[in-house]
């Protein structure tokens, strides 16, 4: 099964759960976990792997696989062009059993899955996201949570601290400043690898 095959086919689509808003009641208790993939394959791996599990009957067993996008307004050659942008580049959620480890085959698929370099854990037990950022997430993409710009002065290297979003109360210095986007990347320490993490002006403050 070739990566091109795998991505064209979106037939699995249409069959697997695609809406992240809807509780799935199936007497099965989940968690949201984070894999990390690829930059620019976030899509893939989120087609990939439904198309995965469905060839090999466990589809039942992933509730959604998300890659949250938001819409962005840009002025290009004076023209306003709408576009859509990765909330988190180089994750995927997904929506699986508690303790994924321990459903032997959907453990070994998620990792064989082209582009997946793992989930956020240790490499034997993947630690599940917080409820709490889970539903930050959700209510973005329902529109109901603003997420305003603000003009602060940041400055290249400087250390702050994420107050929002998946990534809340880690630490982490400055990498890039994009005043127009009003965005950052930071450099974050996860597992004792570093990171990088982009996030807006207002989910951070200075440390």
């Given at each position: 099964?070739t990566e091109?095959?795998t991505?064209?086919?979106?037939?699995?689509?249409e069959?697997?759960p695609?809406?992240?808003?809807?509780p799935?009641?199936?007497?099965?208790?989940?968690?949201w976990?984070a894999?990390?993939?690829?930059?620019?394959?976030?899509g893939?791996v989120?087609?990939?792997?439904?198309?995965?599990?469905?060839?090999?009957?466990i589809?039942n067993l992933?509730?959604?696989?998300?890659?949250?996008?938001e819409?962005?307004?840009?002025?290009?050659?004076?023209?306003?062009k709408?576009s859509?942008?990765?909330?988190?580049?180089?994750?995927?959620?997904?929506?699986?059993?508690?303790?994924?480890?321990r459903?032997?085959?959907l453990?070994?698929?998620?990792k064989?899955?082209?582009?997946?370099?793992?989930?956020?854990?240790?490499?034997?037990?993947?630690?599940?996201?917080e409820?709490?950022?889970?539903?930050?997430?959700?209510?973005?993409?329902?529109?109901?949570r603003?997420?305003?710009?603000?003009?602060?002065k940041f400055e290249?290297?400087?250390?702050?601290?994420?107050?929002?979003?998946?990534?809340?109360?880690?630490?982490?210095?400055?990498d890039e400043?994009?005043?127009?986007?009003?965005?950052?990347?930071?450099?974050v320490?996860?597992?004792?690898?570093?990171t990088?993490?982009?996030?807006?002006f207002?989910?951070?403050?200075?440390v």
């Open positions: 099964m091109e095959t991505v064209q086919d979106s037939s699995v689509l069959t697997a695609d809406d992240p808003l809807e799935v009641d199936d007497g099965i208790k989940r968690r976990y894999i990390h993939a690829h930059s620019g394959q976030e893939n989120r087609k990939n792997l439904l198309m995965m599990a469905e060839q090999a009957g589809l992933i509730a959604n696989v998300l890659v949250p996008m819409e962005v307004a840009e002025i290009k050659s004076g023209q306003k709408v859509k942008r990765k909330f988190f580049p180089g994750y995927v959620l997904v929506h699986l059993p508690e303790h994924p480890e459903h032997a085959e453990w070994h698929l998620i064989d899955v082209p582009g997946v370099t793992g989930f956020i854990g240790s490499r034997t037990v993947p630690v599940p996201l409820d709490a950022e889970v539903n930050a997430i959700l209510e973005e993409l329902r529109g109901e603003e997420r305003p710009k603000l003009k602060v290249h290297g400087e250390r702050v601290k994420i107050i929002d979003g998946p990534f809340a109360n880690f630490l982490g210095s400055i400043m994009n005043q127009e986007r009003g965005k950052l990347k930071i450099m320490e996860i597992f004792e690898r570093l990088s993490v982009e996030v807006e207002w989910q951070v403050e200075k």
